[in-house]
């Protein structure tokens, strides 16, 4: 069950940070992104080759921070990845306006990423 603070957070921020555990280092590692919130998911979008999308396909669990409340998530499968692309670009249009998202957010290469929160 989400906590209602992170719930919120999501609700109202603009992006966030992923905190994945480095797949060699063991380390941390952090980055800033745009999300869409959804029916309790987080819809991220990233190239194949991004080292955090790396971190998280050697190990699911995640932390999420925004607005300053971080919490545990974990990366789900996604069946339909041409579909959950279209569907994430329309989410970020309505966020972020479409004049920021254009077509080439769902252009070959590009990987919907699907969080839950817990």
Request: negative net charge; hydrophobic residues 40%.
């Given at each position: 069950m989400i906590a209602p603070e992170l719930d919120r957070a999501l609700r109202e921020a603009e992006?966030?940070?992923?905190?994945?555990t480095g797949r060699r280092t063991g380390g941390t590692h952090a980055v800033k992104v745009w999300f869409a919130y959804d029916g309790g998911v987080v819809w991220l979008r990233t190239d194949r080759d991004a080292d955090w999308l790396r971190n998280l396909d050697s190990d699911a669990r995640c932390r999420i921070r925004?607005?300053?409340?971080e919490g545990a998530a974990r990366r789900e499968p996604v069946p339909d990845e041409a579909a959950a692309l279209r569907g994430l670009v329309d989410l970020w249009r309505a966020?972020?306006?479409?004049?920021?998202?254009?077509?080439w957010y769902v252009e070959r290469g590009r990987v919907p990423v699907r969080l839950?929160?817990?």
């Amino acid at each position: 069950m989400i906590a209602p603070e992170l719930d919120r957070a999501l609700r109202e921020a603009e992006e966030l940070e992923v905190i994945t555990t480095g797949r060699r280092t063991g380390g941390t590692h952090a980055v800033k992104v745009w999300f869409a919130y959804d029916g309790g998911v987080v819809w991220l979008r990233t190239d194949r080759d991004a080292d955090w999308l790396r971190n998280l396909d050697s190990d699911a669990r995640c932390r999420i921070r925004v607005g300053g409340i971080e919490g545990a998530a974990r990366r789900e499968p996604v069946p339909d990845e041409a579909a959950a692309l279209r569907g994430l670009v329309d989410l970020w249009r309505a966020k972020y306006g479409a004049e920021w998202v254009a077509d080439w957010y769902v252009e070959r290469g590009r990987v919907p990423v699907r969080l839950v929160p817990e």
